[in-house]
Protein backbone atom coordinates (compact mmCIF):
# COMPACT_ATOMS: atom_id res chain seq x y z
CA UNK A 1 0.00 0.00 0.00
CA UNK A 2 1.33 3.32 -1.12
CA UNK A 3 1.39 5.36 2.08
CA UNK A 4 1.82 9.49 1.29
CA UNK A 5 2.23 12.42 4.11
CA UNK A 6 1.27 15.64 3.27
CA UNK A 7 2.65 17.40 6.86
CA UNK A 8 2.37 20.75 7.78
CA UNK A 9 1.61 23.53 10.53
CA UNK A 10 -1.69 24.30 9.25
CA UNK A 11 -2.65 27.71 11.17
CA UNK A 12 -5.19 27.17 10.08
CA UNK A 13 -5.89 24.82 7.18
CA UNK A 14 -7.13 26.82 3.54
CA UNK A 15 -8.46 25.92 0.34
CA UNK A 16 -4.69 25.35 -1.11
CA UNK A 17 -4.14 23.02 1.40
CA UNK A 18 -7.43 21.37 1.18
CA UNK A 19 -6.58 21.58 -3.02
CA UNK A 20 -3.07 19.83 -2.79
CA UNK A 21 -4.58 17.32 0.09
CA UNK A 22 -7.59 16.27 -2.40
CA UNK A 23 -5.02 15.96 -5.72
CA UNK A 24 -2.24 13.90 -3.63
CA UNK A 25 -4.68 11.91 -2.43
CA UNK A 26 -5.44 10.29 -5.86
CA UNK A 27 -1.34 9.97 -6.25
CA UNK A 28 -1.15 7.01 -3.13
CA UNK A 29 -3.43 4.78 -1.41
CA UNK A 30 -3.69 6.31 1.34
CA UNK A 31 -2.83 10.05 2.16
CA UNK A 32 -1.75 10.90 5.97
CA UNK A 33 -2.33 14.66 6.40
CA UNK A 34 -0.26 15.18 9.90
CA UNK A 35 -0.82 18.33 11.81
CA UNK A 36 2.73 19.43 13.22
CA UNK A 37 4.96 21.65 14.59
CA UNK A 38 7.58 24.39 13.07
CA UNK A 39 10.08 25.49 15.53
CA UNK A 40 10.09 28.75 13.76
CA UNK A 41 6.50 29.99 14.04
CA UNK A 42 4.38 30.27 17.61
CA UNK A 43 1.10 28.96 15.93
CA UNK A 44 -2.90 31.22 16.86
CA UNK A 45 -4.84 27.41 16.95
CA UNK A 46 -3.74 24.88 19.54
CA UNK A 47 -2.17 21.60 17.36
CA UNK A 48 -5.99 20.02 18.35
CA UNK A 49 -8.09 22.97 16.50
CA UNK A 50 -5.94 22.83 13.98
CA UNK A 51 -6.40 18.85 13.72
CA UNK A 52 -9.81 19.37 13.67
CA UNK A 53 -10.15 22.46 10.96
CA UNK A 54 -8.58 19.67 8.99
CA UNK A 55 -10.85 16.91 9.24
CA UNK A 56 -14.07 19.49 9.18
CA UNK A 57 -12.67 20.92 5.96
CA UNK A 58 -12.85 17.01 4.34
CA UNK A 59 -15.81 14.82 3.51
CA UNK A 60 -16.58 11.96 5.10
CA UNK A 61 -15.51 10.02 1.43
CA UNK A 62 -12.04 11.74 1.44
CA UNK A 63 -11.69 10.42 5.30
CA UNK A 64 -12.14 7.50 3.78
CA UNK A 65 -8.36 7.01 2.42
CA UNK A 66 -7.08 10.82 3.68
CA UNK A 67 -5.80 10.37 7.65
CA UNK A 68 -5.26 12.90 9.76
CA UNK A 69 -3.23 13.61 12.41
CA UNK A 70 -1.15 15.35 14.71
CA UNK A 71 2.76 14.54 15.63
CA UNK A 72 5.28 16.10 18.20
CA UNK A 73 8.48 15.19 16.45
CA UNK A 74 10.86 14.75 13.61
CA UNK A 75 8.96 14.52 10.46
CA UNK A 76 11.40 11.63 9.18
CA UNK A 77 10.16 9.35 12.42
CA UNK A 78 6.25 9.63 11.16
CA UNK A 79 7.30 9.16 7.83
CA UNK A 80 9.44 6.24 8.54
CA UNK A 81 6.69 4.66 11.03
CA UNK A 82 4.21 5.13 9.08
CA UNK A 83 6.67 3.39 5.36
CA UNK A 84 5.85 6.42 3.76
CA UNK A 85 6.51 6.40 0.04
CA UNK A 86 7.19 10.14 -0.39
CA UNK A 87 6.30 13.54 1.35
CA UNK A 88 3.73 15.80 -0.64
CA UNK A 89 4.19 19.46 -0.40
CA UNK A 90 2.71 22.24 -2.05
CA UNK A 91 4.53 25.61 -4.09
CA UNK A 92 3.46 28.16 -4.69
CA UNK A 93 6.26 30.42 -5.91
CA UNK A 94 10.81 29.78 -6.40
CA UNK A 95 10.92 30.55 -2.75
CA UNK A 96 8.58 28.07 -1.65
CA UNK A 97 10.45 25.62 -4.10
CA UNK A 98 13.92 26.54 -2.39
CA UNK A 99 12.44 25.93 0.77
CA UNK A 100 11.48 22.82 0.40
CA UNK A 101 14.35 21.81 -1.72
CA UNK A 102 16.50 22.81 1.43
CA UNK A 103 14.08 20.52 3.66
CA UNK A 104 13.87 18.10 1.42
CA UNK A 105 18.00 17.47 1.61
CA UNK A 106 17.92 18.01 5.12
CA UNK A 107 15.51 15.31 5.75
CA UNK A 108 17.08 12.82 3.47
CA UNK A 109 20.13 13.34 5.33
CA UNK A 110 18.42 12.07 8.25
CA UNK A 111 16.61 9.38 6.70
CA UNK A 112 17.93 8.57 3.47
CA UNK A 113 14.85 6.67 2.26
CA UNK A 114 13.32 9.98 2.68
CA UNK A 115 11.37 11.40 -0.99
CA UNK A 116 8.93 14.22 -1.41
CA UNK A 117 6.78 15.35 -4.23
CA UNK A 118 6.63 18.91 -4.62
CA UNK A 119 2.89 20.17 -6.28
CA UNK A 120 2.64 23.05 -8.07
CA UNK A 121 -0.82 25.00 -6.93
CA UNK A 122 -3.26 26.17 -8.75
CA UNK A 123 -2.89 29.63 -10.47
CA UNK A 124 -6.07 30.49 -8.60
CA UNK A 125 -4.34 29.47 -5.23
CA UNK A 126 -1.00 31.02 -5.73
CA UNK A 127 -2.02 33.56 -3.17
CA UNK A 128 -3.55 32.18 -0.13
CA UNK A 129 -1.28 31.42 2.64
CA UNK A 130 -1.57 30.67 6.48
CA UNK A 131 0.05 34.29 7.33
CA UNK A 132 -2.53 36.19 4.91
CA UNK A 133 -5.61 34.58 6.53
CA UNK A 134 -4.33 35.34 9.65
CA UNK A 135 -3.05 39.07 8.53
CA UNK A 136 -6.54 39.78 6.73
CA UNK A 137 -8.62 37.74 9.45
CA UNK A 138 -7.05 39.58 12.47
CA UNK A 139 -8.15 43.11 11.10
CA UNK A 140 -12.00 41.57 9.87
CA UNK A 141 -11.16 41.62 6.12
CA UNK A 142 -12.79 39.03 4.48
CA UNK A 143 -11.12 35.36 3.92
CA UNK A 144 -13.79 33.54 2.30
CA UNK A 145 -12.40 32.88 -0.42
CA UNK A 146 -9.53 31.11 1.53
CA UNK A 147 -10.69 28.83 3.74
CA UNK A 148 -13.32 26.08 3.42
CA UNK A 149 -16.81 26.97 3.58
CA UNK A 150 -17.38 23.94 6.49
CA UNK A 151 -14.50 26.06 8.99
CA UNK A 152 -15.11 29.27 8.10
CA UNK A 153 -17.36 30.73 11.26
CA UNK A 154 -15.00 28.75 13.42
CA UNK A 155 -11.69 30.41 12.20
CA UNK A 156 -13.17 34.03 12.21
CA UNK A 157 -14.68 33.36 15.83
CA UNK A 158 -11.07 32.53 16.52
CA UNK A 159 -10.11 36.08 14.78
CA UNK A 160 -13.17 38.01 16.80
CA UNK A 161 -11.58 35.78 20.47
CA UNK A 162 -8.57 37.29 19.68
CA UNK A 163 -9.20 40.97 18.98
CA UNK A 164 -11.49 40.65 21.84
CA UNK A 165 -8.57 40.17 24.76
O1 LIG B 1 3.56 24.39 7.10
P1 LIG B 1 5.02 24.51 7.40
O2 LIG B 1 5.25 25.39 8.62
O3 LIG B 1 5.83 24.97 6.23
O4 LIG B 1 5.52 23.04 7.78
C1 LIG B 1 6.85 22.81 8.16
C2 LIG B 1 6.99 21.45 8.85
C3 LIG B 1 6.04 21.36 10.04
C4 LIG B 1 6.69 20.32 7.86
C5 LIG B 1 8.47 21.34 9.33
O5 LIG B 1 8.80 22.43 10.16
C6 LIG B 1 8.72 20.04 10.10
O6 LIG B 1 8.92 19.01 9.48
N1 LIG B 1 8.70 20.12 11.45
C7 LIG B 1 8.92 18.97 12.32
C8 LIG B 1 10.39 18.91 12.80
C9 LIG B 1 11.27 18.43 11.65
O7 LIG B 1 11.34 17.25 11.36
N2 LIG B 1 11.91 19.39 10.98
C10 LIG B 1 12.68 19.13 9.78
C11 LIG B 1 14.09 18.81 10.13
S1 LIG B 1 15.08 19.46 8.89
Given at each position: MKVMLFPG?????TRGHRDIARRASKLCDELVVAVMENSAKTPLFTIEEREDLIRKSLTGEELDHIKVMKWDGLLVDLYSDLGCCAVVRGIRSESDFRYEAELALANRLLYPGYDAVLLPCRDDMSLISSTIVKEVGFYGGDISKMVPAEILEEVKDKFKKGRKQ
Open positions: TFDPF
